[in-house]
């Protein structure tokens, strides 16, 4: 069976050296053996973490998609038109594909594995989640028979990684981004991984797989990380907990067709919980099934090696399949309902910089009064310069009313700086 490989990058490289290191293994255990046919890239020239024969390289997608001889393509190529145009014409070439391209997936879900149905092929993309994790083998196969009403994790591997750095050796949020992009963690904008975006397109996907009702990124209520300072990440620290950026699809598991709710948030996780241990690029998903209970999975979720090792298993899936004149259906519809975030509650920490004058407590714990939310605890910092750092810890509370306060709280003119609003998970 031979390979075709779309993009030779930090993802594509590490599967050609998988390919090339365990190729003996693997044809073994599988019969025949795994062949690169052609691989596409934009520059033939540029130097690859591992040697690649300068013959497989090519610029030209229909060197890929006109060869009869390739039965699988894998799509390695990042975000963009291109990547989406080029997975379409693997499909209607009737090749299958393995995807690593989150994007895509969470945008065009449904029409790919419609297309890949049609043409009797797999559409397979455990690399597009979590990295190095099976989960969404394990969500399509292994939990198919669950009726599952919670995920919750942390997706995005480069904000675990700021911050953990930003815990625990105190570096700023862009030194640790640079630290991050120098790893490969970060995606070629890191724009999507600090707004919270990457880690939405993550969880639109997972949504659809376990709940089996389309779920695209723009349903995701998404508030990343930009906004987190080191106060907070010390508030949270003197509180007992850390900041971590989670993604959580939940759903009523008793009610058919029940509506999703469906976020990523940062928060700040109590100690005592299995997700505050999660430290740099490691990802981790908890998932809540009706007769399974809890589950957790664990790992590495960025990186060349771990997301090759994923894309390797879908791979070898796909051969499966072909070999078999065979295809994994993923059934998932159309028409899914969503729960309003306002009927969200929670424990939330805000913080904020004040003018430190006399009456300016009472002005702010006012508007949070006049909004309904009810005060747990309060610090307050000396900043120098006539300025105060306040933090509020609420009781337990509705988003909205959190909202309300906060757009009230902007008003204030002895308000300096509000910082970003965190959940805290207990
Ligand atoms: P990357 O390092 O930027 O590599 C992209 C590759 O695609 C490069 O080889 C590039 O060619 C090629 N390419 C891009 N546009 C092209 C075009 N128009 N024509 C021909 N070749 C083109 O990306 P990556 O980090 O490997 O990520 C690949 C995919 O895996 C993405 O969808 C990403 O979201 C996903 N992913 C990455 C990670 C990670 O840790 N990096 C983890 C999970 C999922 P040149 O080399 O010639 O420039
Ligand atoms: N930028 C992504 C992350 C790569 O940090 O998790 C893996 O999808």
């Known amino acids: ?77 990042g975000p963009g038109e291109f990547a989406l145009a080029a997975i379409r014409a693997a499909l209607r070439a009737e090749k299958s594909v393995v995807t690593a391209n989150k994007e895509i997936l969470s945008t065009h879900f449904p029409e790919l594995e419609l297309a890949a149905e049609a043409a009797n092929r797999d559409i397979f993309f455990e690399a597009a989640v979590a990295g190095g994790i099976p989960l969404i083998r ?62 939405a397109s993550k969880l639109a996907i997972i949504a659809s797989i376990a709940f089996g009702s389309h779920v695209d990124v723009e349903d995701v209520k998404v508030d990343g990380i930009w906004g987190v300072t080191p106060s907070d990440v ?12 989670l993604a959580q699809a939940e759903r009523d598991a008793d009610i058919p067709d029940a509506p999703i709710r469906v976020e990523v948030f940062p928060a700040i996780v109590m100690s005592t919980h299995p997700l505050a ?22 790992g590495p979720g960025a990186g060349g090696l771990p997301t090759a090792s994923a894309v390797l298993a879908d ?52 508007v949070f009064g006049q909004h309904g939310v009810s005060i747990a605890r309060m610090e307050q910092d000396e900043l120098g310069a006539e300025l105060a750092h306040l933090v509020f810890l609420t009781h337990r509370t509705r988003l909205s009313a959190m909202k309300a306060t906060i757009a009230g709280l902007a008003g204030l003119d002895v308000i300096a700086r509000l910082h970003q609003i965190l959940r805290v998970l207990e």
């Open 234 to 245: 010390d508030f949270a620290a003197r509180s007992g907990g850390v900041i971590k950026l």
């Open 277 to 298: 241990s999660v430290r740099g690029s490691f990802n981790a998903v908890f998932v809540e099934g009706s007769a399974v209970g809890q589950l957790m999975f664990s």
């Open 1 to 77: 069976m031979k390979i075709g490989l779309l993009g030779c990058g930090t993802v594509g490289s590490a599967l050609v050296s998988l390919l090339d290191q365990e190729g003996e293994r693997l044809a073994y255990l599988l019969g025949e053996p795994l062949e690169l046919g052609r691989i596409l890239v934009r520059d033939p020239e540029k130097e690859r973490s591992w040697p690649i024969p300068a013959s497989l390289l090519t610029t030209q997608l229909s060197d890929v998609i006109d060869d009869a001889e390739i039965g699988l393509v894998v799509e390695l190529l």
């Open 138 to 199: 394990a969500l399509r196969v292994s939990l198919f028979g669950e009726r599952l009403s919670r995920i919750v994790g942390i997706v995005n591997g480069t904000t675990n990684y700021i911050l953990t750095k930003m815990q625990e050796e105190h570096l700023s949020l862009e030194v640790a981004l640079g630290e991050a992009q120098q790893l490969g963690y970060a995606e070629a904008d890191p724009s999507g991984d600090l707004s919270g975006r990457d880690a």
């Open 315 to 366: 791979v070898i899936d796909a051969v499966k399949n072909l070999r078999n004149s065979t295809r994994a259906p993923m059934r998932v519809t159309e028409g899914t309902h969503f729960v309003d975030d306002s009927t969200v509650e929670a424990v939330f920490a805000l913080s904020m910089e004040v003018v430190d004058a006399p009456g300016v407590l009472a002005q702010v714990s006012e």
